[in-house]
């Protein structure tokens, strides 16, 4: 079974500045999607970031970039120019393709623990 | 867009009473849907996967009685917690699977058993 180590259960960040969120995984499957999730205080869970492992060139949304690591497993969260915002619960999460990528699968997603950003302005 | 939706967003009820809660896929049909409990400050566990047309698929430990599930169309699933006791209140979200490989999540709802 795959597992999601989130190492850091708080962190902190200026304003503006930018912090790195760390995440590793272990699998034996060579193909998988890894995500990155924010959690605000209104609970709604919000999807940050896709990485198909298959691709070698980092995943980016905006200010939100990831260093994916394939060999070592890692799958580090990149939030630059952090704003107030950006506050919330951020979890790793991984998923199976193994079978192919068909809708209706029932692959479920291995969560991390989550990590706890603070923003301070 | 990927919209997902639940309602109620807080509920309350009586100990003994079900209770049942809606997760709508708005603006995309899902064939899968999933239902997790995430108690605070813990990360989201899964409580069941459902498939439209077909039966749930429980997680271990999680009573597939006591816990309904119904995937009756692309866009609806429900969950329906029977006779419910305190030991039941606790934070339920919904997703929705888009593209056979994204999770949409719903807003989530607070049930509180008295």
């Known amino acids: 079974a795959q597992t999601v180590t989130q190492s850091q259960p708080e962190m902190s960040v200026q304003e503006a500045e930018t912090v790195t969120l760390s995440c590793t995984y272990d699998?034996?499957?060579?193909?998988?999607?890894l995500f990155w999730y924010k959690q605000p205080p209104s609970r709604q869970m919000i999807l940050v970031i896709r990485?198909?492992?298959?691709?070698?060139q980092n995943a980016t949304e905006n200010r939100f970039s990831v260093n994916f690591q394939k060999a070592a497993k890692s799958f580090s969260l990149k939030i630059s120019d952090s704003q107030l915002g950006d506050a919330a619960m951020y979890f790793c999460?991984?998923?199976?393709?193994?079978?192919?990528?068909?809708?209706?699968?029932?692959?479920?997603?291995?969560f991390g623990k989550g990590t706890l950003l603070t923003v301070n302005p | 867009g990927a919209v997902v939706s639940q309602h109620p967003s807080w509920v309350i009820c009586k100990s003994g009473t079900s209770v049942k809660i809606e997760c709508r896929s708005l603006?995309?049909?899902?064939?899968?849907m999933f239902w997790y409990r995430q108690f605070p400050k813990q990360s989201l566990m899964l409580m069941a996967t459902?498939?439209?047309?077909?039966?749930?698929?429980?997680e271990q430990g999680v009573e597939k009685d006591k816990f309904l599930i119904n995937h009756a169309s692309l866009t609806l699933s429900t969950l329906t917690v029977t006779s419910a006791h305190p030991e039941d209140s606790s934070f339920y979200i919904c997703?929705?699977?888009?593209?056979?490989?994204?999770?949409?999540f719903g807003p989530g709802t607070r049930l509180t058993v008295l």
């Open positions: 997703s929705a699977e888009k593209y056979g490989d994204t999770q949409y």
């Open positions: 699998t034996s499957e060579s193909d998988y999607y």
């Open positions: 990485q198909e492992a298959y691709k070698q």
């Open positions: 999460a991984y998923r199976s393709i193994v079978g192919g990528y068909s809708g209706g699968s029932n692959y479920k997603l291995t």
């Open positions: 603006d995309f049909q899902a064939t899968t």
């Open positions: 459902s498939n439209e047309g077909s039966k749930a698929t429980y």
